[in-house]
């Protein structure tokens, strides 16, 4: 089945700095990955996603890229701002079935 | 409009009780996951709906664990027997399947003393 790793997992930026999270997949069925925000006390909402036919996709100060070939994912967030401060999830799925999540990055914007 | 919602938020229970867990997906969201999220964990996949077929439920952990959702809408997750190592938070999610985005909602702490 699909395992998927998660790096680092933990990360301290200062705020206006840029922040980078990681992830591989092993299922090369996988196409679809689901970026994660959890803050305490509630459930992951979903910041930004990106399909296997695209290699990047941009959201205000919220970048993904995906690399299928080496079947690794990255979450790219610039500008850091003290309230991006949570854990943050990848996942892979194939055709919104079968989601695997990572194991989280707590991401600490230092003031 | 309304977002995905469970109750309990908070249940305390003691070892060997049996506890019943509810998820109000969003309206007309065909697909429907339960996850148990340990503290510090990423959430693991427990079972899946499509309407009011249970389509997988290998991430099951024991034969105490049971899901249903009988009108293909709300949906409730049991724990037989509880045992301190169920304690964790119990999510559930519904599915956009024009968009397979995942909605969570806000989970259900359970506490097994």
């Known amino acids: 089945g699909e395992n998927v790793e998660q790096h680092p997992s933990t990360l301290s930026v200062q705020e206006g700095d840029s922040a980078v999270i990681k992830c591989t997949y092993s299922d090369s069925a996988s196409n679809y990955f689901p970026w994660y925000k959890q803050e305490l006390g509630k459930g992951p909402q979903l910041i930004i996603d990106i399909r296997s036919n695209v290699g990047e996709k941009k959201d205000q100060r919220i970048a993904v890229t995906l690399n299928k070939t080496a079947k690794h994912f990255s979450l790219h967030i610039t500008e850091t701002q003290p309230e991006d401060s949570a854990v943050y999830f990848c996942?892979?799925?194939?055709?919104?079935?079968?989601?695997?999540f990572g194991p989280g990055t707590r991401l600490s914007v230092l003031p | 409009g309304a977002g995905v919602s469970q109750s309990p938020r908070y249940k305390v229970a003691k070892r060997g009780q049996d506890v019943a867990l509810r998820c109000d997906p969003i309206s007309g969201h065909v697909s429907l996951f339960w996850y148990q999220q340990a503290l510090g964990q990423g959430p693991e996949f427990l079972t899946y709906?499509?309407?009011?077929?249970?389509?997988?439920k290998s991430g099951l952990p024991s034969d105490r664990f049971f899901a249903e959702r009988p009108e293909g809408s709300v949906s409730t997750l049991k724990i037989q027997r509880t045992q301190q190592e169920d304690s964790a938070v119990y999510l559930c999610a519904s599915i956009d399947t024009d968009t397979d985005t995942q909605y969570f909602g806000p989970g259900t702490r359970l506490t097994v003393l």
């Open positions: 709906f499509q309407n009011e077929a249970q389509l997988d």
């Open positions: 996942a892979a799925s194939n055709y919104g079935q079968n989601f695997v």
